[in-house]
């Protein structure tokens, strides 16, 4: 591989989120310590991840733009995700994987 050459992102699994302006949480599929988030709403989404059932995130987490998608380590041990959006509706996608998308 050459010099600042990075690996393929490898999905392992997606799952999806109808998100709202109210915080809604999901279980993430096991399969690599990546995590691509994509957002096709036309809000603002706020992300969070977490170890447990009960991960709620709030308008101060990580923000993920509309119609963008953003590359996370989210680690092995990290299996719920949670996402509110500033307004409207939408789904927002969670694909767990390895490697990178650029």
């Not at 392992?12 to 990546?34: D, F, M, N, Q, R």
């Not at 989404?45 to 993920?64: E, K, L, N, W, Y």
């Not at 996370?72 to 409207?88: E, I, P, Q």
């Amino acid at each position: 591989m050459s010099t600042g050459a990075s690996l393929p992102f490898r999905p392992a699994g997606t799952v999806v989120i109808g998100a709202s302006a109210a915080a809604a949480s999901i279980a993430l599929p096991p399969g690599g310590s990546s995590m691509l988030v994509y957002n096709s709403t036309t809000s603002v989404a706020f992300i969070r991840f977490g170890m447990v059932g009960d991960t709620t995130a709030q308008i101060s987490d990580t923000p993920v733009p509309p119609g963008a998608r953003m590359l996370f380590d989210a680690g092995r041990l990290v299996t719920t995700a949670s996402v509110v959006l500033a307004s409207g509706t939408g789904s927002v996608f969670f694909t767990r994987g390895d490697g990178s998308v650029y």
